[in-house]
């Protein structure tokens, strides 16, 4: 394989001149030769515009080389330019359509690959403004996406460390074949919109050995509407990984306007997160096929600002409004499942569109308050009908459900809130079997 270095090209890689033109010329030049890779030198920093990946390339960050985006909205790559009128320009289009701007893009860009052990500073608080001591958010709306790869096969991401997103961190889009392994990806915890890992209406996707901490979820998977021409998310491991959030570590939706099915989560550790493992479907799209196994959640609240009242397990299915009907959920199974922080597991659909068939074997649920914030309440955000209730918090709590299996769980108390209530609170839960179960009330 060839190696392609910008400095070739023109590069300065001082941090200052913009490396852009001799970057892309770099993955230009590799591409025509028939693949290559491209190298960013230890040592140096490359600050630059927006780049795009091409077939058979790859973009290699030796340790310690940075690749910083610019902080010039200008200089980036707009895949949609569902851009509005002067009077609100660089609003851009709604979070389910795709991306406005990007920083690194791909499109049709099969065999790529991102690589090494360097680091990709996207430069996000350029594009963000604080709202209070709990969050920021951006002065337009959506702010960058670090890495959106659509439309590309047998694609790669390894090794390497994205700070300070703006906004989605890694966003592959209707990708086949998707590896992504032993990445870092380590936003502020008060970033608004700051996701980790975004597959939408991706197929055979391996999330392994990543250490994740941002703001909203850390690995979602999507299948938005701007999205989708591209088929089912589906056929999906996750494994290994540490995670922690300010809103849900895992989630699946709440963009689900396609099915997800057929996803394991394995062996990983969830820490200081709002919520740890959710599903949530709003829109038309159908969940089934879902294994939870051999992981380690601990939740707190982080202020109210965050979707989630620190709920360790949630699964819920509601209309997103009016227009929009939500789908099904089915089929979902949690195995060897240590669950300790300041909510239970939160089962809640309607009565018309009944979740069915959940198992819980060996889940230990152990509730304490902790944060300052108050208990008894549950979060059912976004819907039609809901928002963030006043409930009283239980170990299990199920609302509309139908063939729930809890067998050899538990249910534990520490620091016991007012507002704490049962072991488990069930409504509406036909063909429930609970076996070999332990817990007590809280009072």
Avoid at 237 to 254: E, Q, R, Y
Avoid at 305 to 325: Q, S, Y
Avoid at 423 to 431: F, H, K, S, W, Y
Wanted: some cysteine.
């Amino acid at each position: 394989m060839l190696y392609f270095y910008p400095e070739d090209f023109g590069a300065v890689a001082d941090g200052k001149h913009n490396d852009c033109a001799a970057i892309q010329a770099a993955i230009d030049a590799a591409e025509k030769n028939g693949g290559g890779t491209v190298v960013l030198t230890s040592g140096k920093t490359y600050f630059s515009d927006s780049i795009r990946m091409k077939k058979n390339v790859e973009l290699h960050l030796q340790k310690g080389s940075r690749l910083k985006a610019t902080d010039d909205i200008n200089g980036y790559i707009r895949p949609c330019n569902m851009i509005n009128d002067p009077k609100t320009a660089l609003i851009g289009n709604p979070v389910t359509g795709k991306p406005s701007f990007v920083f690194i893009y791909g499109y049709e860009a099969d065999s790529c690959t991102i690589s090494g052990e360097g680091t990709i500073d996207a430069n996000g608080h350029a594009f963000v403004e604080r709202k209070d001591r709990y969050y920021v958010t951006g002065n337009f709306y959506p702010r960058p996406t670090v890495i959106y790869i659509e439309k590309s096969n047998n694609i790669t991401f390894k090794d390497f460390t994205v700070v300070d997103a703006p906004f989605w961190t890694l966003h592959p889009a209707g990708c086949d074949d998707v590896l992504i392994s032993k990445i870092r990806i380590l936003n502020d915890l008060d970033v608004a919109n700051s996701d980790g890992i975004d597959p939408d209406h991706c197929s055979n996707v391996r999330i392994l050995g990543c250490h994740i901490e941002c703001a909203d979820d850390c690995i979602c998977l999507k299948a938005s509407k701007g999205n989708a021409e591209y088929g089912p998310c589906e056929n999906i491991i996750i494994a290994d990984c540490t995670l922690i959030s300010t809103s849900a570590a895992i989630k699946i939706g709440t963009e689900g306007v396609g099915n997800f099915r057929n996803v394991i989560v394995d062996n990983c550790i969830i820490s200081r997160s709002n919520r740890g493992l959710s599903i949530q479907i709003r829109d038309g799209g159908n969940v089934e096929n879902v294994s939870y196994s051999n992981c380690i959640i601990e939740t707190r609240r982080f202020c109210p600002d965050w979707w989630g009242t620190a709920e360790p397990i949630v699964i819920t299915c509601f209309n997103r409004d009016e227009n929009t009907k939500a789908g099904k959920i089915k089929n979902i199974r949690f195995r060897n499942i240590s669950c300790k922080g300041e909510n239970g597991v939160l089962i809640h659909s309607t009565k018309e569109n009944m979740i069915e068939n959940v198992s819980f074997e060996n889940v230990w649920v152990t509730m304490s308050k902790t944060s300052k914030w108050d208990c008894g309440l549950y979060d059912l955000r976004p819907c039609l009908d809901y928002g963030v209730e006043k409930i009283k918090n239980s170990g299990f709590f199920i609302r509309n459900a139908e063939n729930v299996l809890i067998e050899k769980s538990r249910v534990e108390w520490g620091n016991v809130c007012d507002e704490y209530n049962k072991a488990i609170d069930a409504e509406n839960a036909p063909g429930l079997e609970i076996i070999r179960f332990t817990g007590k009330d809280a009072h």
